[in-house]
């Protein structure tokens, strides 16, 4: 398993302001995703951070918006930028381990909520 | 794309009654996983299911992948308030790092 420490727990905001998210694994690790849960519904993955080059996004996420780092192999942050109601939602990082290196190890969370 | 179909999206039963929960896809899966999630928490894993036709117990809880490892099920025998939580199914692609989940489950067991 993974020890997985996300910061802030919940947040509101501002709209028009930015936020970042910080994640920090108790383990070096390759990759770090991260994910939006809208409110009672599943998770959808905005990109995969990888040490030393830049973040892959998935499709109808872009870097402008949600810029992330990952400046070692233990820690990343995600912003999500100039804000809108539109993208209150739980923010989760994650990380694989295990079975075929696919088992999914989360945070608890951060709850934005954009007023 | 690879879509993993969960059904049903809502459940509310009494505690003690049984039920199962069904994860379908087109695709083939090299593993299949089983999370639930508590409010205010991120998804805590349950199971990985990796061979066609596995079945796994986790106490109360029966998994099973399907022979041609592109559906699941996860059975809960006499259900506890306890088992409360959304519970999402999440399949690996060969070769691929990224997870396909499931739409999710919202199961309710009423005391």
């Known amino acids: 398993s993974a020890v997985i420490s996300q910061k802030p727990s919940r947040d509101i905001c501002q709209r028009g302001t930015s936020l970042t998210i910080q994640c920090q694994v108790d383990?070096?690790?390759?990759?770090m995703f991260w994910y939006r849960q809208q409110p009672g519904q599943s998770l959808t993955l905005i990109a995969t951070a990888n040490q030393g080059s830049e973040a892959t996004y998935e499709s109808g996420f872009v870097i402008d918006k949600f810029p992330i780092s990952r400046p070692n192999l233990t820690f990343s942050t995600l912003t999500v930028s100039n804000m809108s109601p539109e993208d209150s939602s739980i923010y989760l990082c994650?990380?694989?381990?295990?079975?075929?290196?696919?088992?999914?190890?989360f945070g608890q969370g951060t709850r934005l909520t954009v007023v | 794309t690879q879509l993993l179909e969960q059904s049903p999206q809502f459940l509310s039963i009494q505690e003690g009654e049984n039920l199962t929960v069904y994860c379908n896809s087109s695709?083939?899966?090299?593993?299949l996983q089983w999370y639930r999630q508590e409010p205010g928490e991120g998804p805590v894993l349950l199971v990985t299911v990796v061979t066609g036709g596995e079945v796994k117990k986790l106490k109360r809880l029966t998994f099973q992948f399907g022979d041609a490892r592109k559906d699941s099920s996860l059975h809960i025998t006499a259900a506890q308030p306890g088992d409360t939580g959304l519970y999402l199914c999440?399949?690996?692609?060969?070769?691929?790092?990224?997870?396909?989940f499931g739409q999710g489950t919202r199961l309710t067991i009423n005391p």
């Open positions: 994650s990380v694989a381990r295990g079975i075929g290196g696919t088992e999914a190890f």
């Open positions: 383990s070096q690790v390759t990759m």
């Open positions: 695709s083939v899966f090299s593993s």
């Open positions: 999440a399949g690996a692609t060969q070769g691929a790092q990224k997870l396909v």
